[in-house]
Protein backbone atom coordinates (compact mmCIF):
# COMPACT_ATOMS: atom_id res chain seq x y z
CA UNK A 1 0.00 0.00 0.00
CA UNK A 2 0.88 3.49 -0.65
CA UNK A 3 2.47 5.47 2.85
CA UNK A 4 2.83 9.29 3.40
CA UNK A 5 4.72 11.59 4.97
CA UNK A 6 4.31 15.80 4.70
CA UNK A 7 7.33 17.78 5.08
CA UNK A 8 6.69 21.29 5.23
CA UNK A 9 9.37 23.49 3.51
CA UNK A 10 10.08 26.83 2.47
CA UNK A 11 8.65 29.83 3.98
CA UNK A 12 5.08 29.05 2.72
CA UNK A 13 5.25 25.86 4.55
CA UNK A 14 4.75 24.15 1.50
CA UNK A 15 3.48 20.64 2.05
CA UNK A 16 6.43 18.35 0.64
CA UNK A 17 5.49 15.04 0.84
CA UNK A 18 7.28 11.80 0.63
CA UNK A 19 5.70 9.20 -0.86
CA UNK A 20 6.73 5.41 -0.32
CA UNK A 21 5.50 1.65 -1.22
CA UNK A 22 5.55 -0.29 1.65
CA UNK A 23 6.48 -3.17 -0.01
CA UNK A 24 9.27 -2.26 -1.88
CA UNK A 25 10.00 0.59 0.30
CA UNK A 26 10.51 2.61 -2.63
CA UNK A 27 9.69 6.08 -2.75
CA UNK A 28 8.80 9.43 -4.66
CA UNK A 29 9.60 12.91 -3.38
CA UNK A 30 6.56 15.51 -4.34
CA UNK A 31 6.86 18.79 -5.01
CA UNK A 32 10.23 19.50 -2.81
CA UNK A 33 10.08 23.49 -2.81
CA UNK A 34 13.07 24.17 -0.80
CA UNK A 35 14.96 23.00 2.77
CA UNK A 36 16.33 19.76 1.42
CA UNK A 37 17.81 18.77 4.71
CA UNK A 38 14.48 18.47 6.19
CA UNK A 39 13.63 16.26 3.01
CA UNK A 40 16.65 14.24 3.35
CA UNK A 41 16.38 13.71 7.34
CA UNK A 42 12.54 12.21 6.99
CA UNK A 43 14.23 10.05 4.20
CA UNK A 44 16.44 8.99 6.25
CA UNK A 45 13.97 8.41 9.29
CA UNK A 46 11.79 6.15 7.03
CA UNK A 47 14.14 3.79 5.79
CA UNK A 48 13.11 4.59 2.47
CA UNK A 49 15.10 4.99 -1.13
CA UNK A 50 13.89 7.96 -3.68
CA UNK A 51 13.83 6.78 -6.86
CA UNK A 52 11.88 9.84 -8.64
CA UNK A 53 10.66 13.42 -7.93
CA UNK A 54 6.91 14.12 -8.72
CA UNK A 55 6.01 18.50 -9.70
CA UNK A 56 2.43 18.98 -9.34
CA UNK A 57 3.21 22.65 -10.95
CA UNK A 58 5.64 24.90 -11.85
CA UNK A 59 5.64 27.42 -9.10
CA UNK A 60 9.19 28.00 -6.85
CA UNK A 61 7.63 26.90 -3.33
CA UNK A 62 6.90 23.25 -5.18
CA UNK A 63 9.69 22.90 -7.47
CA UNK A 64 12.95 25.24 -5.91
CA UNK A 65 14.90 22.35 -4.97
CA UNK A 66 13.80 19.70 -7.79
CA UNK A 67 16.88 20.54 -9.93
CA UNK A 68 19.19 20.25 -6.73
CA UNK A 69 17.79 17.35 -5.37
CA UNK A 70 17.41 15.39 -8.47
CA UNK A 71 21.11 16.10 -9.45
CA UNK A 72 22.09 14.82 -5.54
CA UNK A 73 20.47 11.77 -6.05
CA UNK A 74 20.46 11.08 -9.56
CA UNK A 75 16.73 10.42 -9.64
CA UNK A 76 14.46 11.54 -12.85
CA UNK A 77 11.85 14.19 -12.41
CA UNK A 78 8.23 13.37 -13.44
CA UNK A 79 5.79 16.69 -14.16
CA UNK A 80 4.10 18.36 -14.15
CA UNK A 81 1.85 19.33 -17.66
CA UNK A 82 4.01 21.09 -20.26
CA UNK A 83 2.15 24.50 -20.20
CA UNK A 84 4.22 25.38 -17.07
CA UNK A 85 7.22 24.99 -19.12
CA UNK A 86 7.30 29.15 -18.88
CA UNK A 87 7.11 29.21 -15.31
CA UNK A 88 9.62 26.54 -14.87
CA UNK A 89 12.19 28.10 -17.62
CA UNK A 90 11.17 31.12 -14.81
CA UNK A 91 12.03 29.44 -11.68
CA UNK A 92 15.31 32.21 -11.09
CA UNK A 93 13.04 35.00 -11.47
CA UNK A 94 10.59 33.85 -9.35
CA UNK A 95 13.16 33.86 -6.68
CA UNK A 96 14.26 37.26 -6.64
CA UNK A 97 10.30 37.95 -6.99
CA UNK A 98 9.34 35.89 -3.54
CA UNK A 99 12.85 36.55 -1.62
CA UNK A 100 13.89 32.98 -1.88
CA UNK A 101 17.60 31.71 -2.42
CA UNK A 102 18.55 31.17 -5.69
CA UNK A 103 17.54 28.15 -7.45
CA UNK A 104 17.70 26.41 -10.71
CA UNK A 105 15.21 25.61 -13.52
CA UNK A 106 15.15 22.43 -14.93
CA UNK A 107 13.33 20.18 -17.90
CA UNK A 108 11.68 17.53 -16.39
CA UNK A 109 12.72 13.75 -17.76
CA UNK A 110 9.02 13.19 -18.17
CA UNK A 111 5.96 16.07 -18.86
CA UNK A 112 2.73 14.58 -17.59
CA UNK A 113 -0.56 14.46 -19.76
CA UNK A 114 -3.98 14.00 -18.55
CA UNK A 115 -4.65 10.02 -18.90
CA UNK A 116 -0.85 9.62 -17.67
CA UNK A 117 0.19 7.12 -14.52
CA UNK A 118 3.19 7.15 -12.39
CA UNK A 119 4.36 4.61 -10.08
CA UNK A 120 5.67 4.83 -7.02
CA UNK A 121 7.73 1.45 -6.12
CA UNK A 122 4.37 -1.44 -7.10
CA UNK A 123 2.01 1.14 -6.39
CA UNK A 124 0.61 3.42 -9.75
CA UNK A 125 -1.14 6.72 -9.16
CA UNK A 126 -3.58 8.46 -11.80
CA UNK A 127 -2.44 11.68 -13.26
CA UNK A 128 -5.21 14.18 -13.62
CA UNK A 129 -4.62 17.74 -15.45
CA UNK A 130 -5.72 20.46 -12.95
CA UNK A 131 -5.67 23.67 -14.87
CA UNK A 132 -6.47 27.25 -13.47
CA UNK A 133 -4.14 27.61 -10.51
CA UNK A 134 -1.49 27.23 -13.49
CA UNK A 135 -2.22 25.98 -17.17
CA UNK A 136 -0.09 22.85 -16.43
CA UNK A 137 -1.54 22.02 -13.10
CA UNK A 138 -1.69 18.65 -12.52
CA UNK A 139 -2.83 16.03 -9.63
CA UNK A 140 -1.66 12.61 -8.55
CA UNK A 141 -4.53 10.39 -7.08
CA UNK A 142 -4.16 7.02 -5.84
CA UNK A 143 -7.80 4.81 -5.98
CA UNK A 144 -7.26 2.28 -4.11
CA UNK A 145 -6.06 4.08 -0.99
CA UNK A 146 -8.61 6.98 -1.88
CA UNK A 147 -5.60 9.36 -1.90
CA UNK A 148 -5.26 12.81 -4.07
CA UNK A 149 -2.17 14.94 -4.00
CA UNK A 150 -4.11 17.81 -5.62
CA UNK A 151 -1.27 20.83 -5.11
CA UNK A 152 -2.56 24.43 -5.22
CA UNK A 153 -5.65 23.60 -7.14
CA UNK A 154 -7.48 23.34 -3.72
CA UNK A 155 -7.57 23.53 0.12
CA UNK A 156 -9.68 22.64 3.31
CA UNK A 157 -12.01 25.65 2.71
CA UNK A 158 -10.23 27.67 0.51
CA UNK A 159 -9.11 27.17 -3.48
CA UNK A 160 -6.30 28.29 -5.41
CA UNK A 161 -5.20 31.79 -6.59
CA UNK A 162 -5.70 32.64 -10.14
CA UNK A 163 -4.08 35.75 -10.33
CA UNK A 164 -0.84 34.64 -11.37
CA UNK A 165 0.06 34.32 -15.38
CA UNK A 166 -2.25 32.44 -17.11
CA UNK A 167 -4.18 31.22 -13.92
CA UNK A 168 -7.82 30.97 -14.64
CA UNK A 169 -10.47 31.10 -12.24
CA UNK A 170 -13.54 29.70 -14.15
CA UNK A 171 -10.97 26.81 -15.26
CA UNK A 172 -10.31 26.42 -11.69
CA UNK A 173 -13.39 25.53 -10.80
CA UNK A 174 -14.13 23.20 -13.79
CA UNK A 175 -10.99 21.38 -12.55
CA UNK A 176 -12.20 20.81 -9.04
CA UNK A 177 -15.63 20.00 -9.83
CA UNK A 178 -15.90 18.44 -13.02
CA UNK A 179 -12.45 16.32 -12.56
CA UNK A 180 -11.79 15.62 -8.57
CA UNK A 181 -15.13 15.93 -7.06
CA UNK A 182 -16.18 12.78 -9.34
CA UNK A 183 -13.48 10.67 -7.95
CA UNK A 184 -15.48 10.63 -4.16
CA UNK A 185 -16.38 11.91 -1.20
CA UNK A 186 -14.24 9.34 0.75
CA UNK A 187 -11.19 10.96 -1.19
CA UNK A 188 -8.41 12.35 1.23
CA UNK A 189 -5.99 14.85 -0.26
CA UNK A 190 -3.06 16.19 0.71
CA UNK A 191 -3.09 20.25 -0.14
CA UNK A 192 0.01 22.67 -1.49
CA UNK A 193 -0.69 24.20 1.93
CA UNK A 194 -2.83 23.74 4.86
CA UNK A 195 -4.12 20.55 6.90
CA UNK A 196 -5.65 17.45 4.87
CA UNK A 197 -8.90 17.35 3.91
CA UNK A 198 -11.70 15.48 2.17
CA UNK A 199 -13.16 15.54 -1.48
CA UNK A 200 -17.03 15.12 0.56
CA UNK A 201 -15.75 17.98 3.40
CA UNK A 202 -15.46 20.58 0.86
CA UNK A 203 -18.51 19.94 -1.05
CA UNK A 204 -20.31 20.37 2.25
CA UNK A 205 -18.47 23.63 3.24
CA UNK A 206 -16.03 24.83 1.38
CA UNK A 207 -17.51 28.93 0.71
CA UNK A 208 -15.53 29.08 -2.73
CA UNK A 209 -16.75 25.90 -4.70
CA UNK A 210 -18.82 23.74 -2.75
CA UNK A 211 -22.14 22.64 -3.66
CA UNK A 212 -23.74 25.31 -1.99
CA UNK A 213 -21.49 28.32 -2.92
Known amino acids: MIQLRIVPVTPFEQNCTILWCDRSRKAAVVDPGGDLGRIYSAVAELGVTVEKILITHGHIDHAGGAAKLARELKVPIE ?3 EEDRF ?3 GMP ?4 MFGFPDVESFEPDRWLREGDTVTVGEETLRVIHAPGHTPGHVVFFHPEARLALVGDVLFAGSIGRTDFPRGDHAGLIRSIREKLFPL ?3 VNFVPGHGPMSTFGDERESNPYVGDYA
Do not use: E, L, V, Y
Not at 93 to 96: A, E, G, V, Y
Open 79 to 81: GPQ
Open 184 to 186: GDD
Open 87 to 89: WIA
Open 93 to 96: QQSK
